[in-house]
DNA sequence: CTAAAATCAGTAATCATTACTGATTTGGGG
DNA sequence: CCCCAAATCAGTAATGATTACTGATTTTAG
């Protein structure tokens, strides 16, 4: 029997677990962070390793926003986001999907689009504020 | 007088003319082993300065596709991307704008969206090739 | 032609992420 | 309920792209 075996370690179910507790988009830096006031002595390895792990197995999704750093999504309907160019925040769009923009792409391609990544960049309400008071 | 005079280097040049004749989307490390054949003892910082230099002033684009390189695109004019996930390259896709879905992110949200970032992925034509023989 | 400022080559530092290693934990079978 | 192979862990080293620093060289306005 082909047994792939996954072993869910208390250490994986917290990160999981904190990530769905945040809408915000964490850095796993900011996992590693917060699951060491459970697990003190979790590895920063150990936190890379797991959200890479999630991401594999679809239970949660890795955001590439071209700040540097990836960012982690325990919601994994799809959806689109917003990166403050000023603050990095990172927030969810309710907007319906452009799907349909994959057809748009394909029409004059020889080759086999799959899918696309899209987000959006500007100012947030909180730093537009800021600036204009 | 306020003068920010920009000193054109010969090693610019070099680099901005050897993107313009290139339309694969080099990354910097191959912007280096080509413009070393013109300037043997180019360092790569001088080319990662004036690469993010010229992207600065607008003369050419930066790329983040999320494969953890930085591509650069001496066409500065707005259009959209395709990279593959088998073999990497990018090429540039032949559709018009969609702007307006700027407009569609922004009707549920408090802050400015400048603009977006929009890349398609799957199989390009040649790797769909390989496989299908 | 001169000199201040920009730029360079070379190299070291940074930073996010991944890989390695020997110890610990997990979970299905007995 | 226990055993043990496999999975996972903590800790640490390595990687790879990019950026920062430094003293020498190049550029260009005057």
Do not use: W
């Not at 150990?46 to 071209?66: F, K, P, Q, S």
């Not at 990166?83 to 990095?88: A, E």
Request: hydrophobic share 35%; glycine share 8%.
């Amino acid at each position: 029997m082909i047994n792939v075996a996954i072993k869910y370690s208390r250490q994986r179910q917290e990160i999981k677990n904190f990530l769905m507790t945040r809408k915000d988009h964490p850095t796993a830096d900011v996992v590693y962070m917060n699951v060491r006031q459970q697990f003190p002595n979790i590895s920063l390895g150990t936190v890379y390793r797991n959200l890479t792990l999630l991401a594999d197995m679809g239970e949660i999704t890795r955001l590439r926003l071209g700040d540097g750093v990836d960012h982690f999504d325990a919601d994994t309907s799809p959806h689109y986001h917003f990166i403050c160019s000023k603050c990095g925040q990172v927030i969810d769009l309710k907007m319906n999907n452009i799907d349909s923009i994959v057809d748009i792409a394909g029409m004059d391609f020889n080759g086999e689009i799959q899918g696309h990544i899209t987000y959006f960049y500007g100012i947030c309400g909180d730093c537009r504020e800021t600036v204009t008071q």
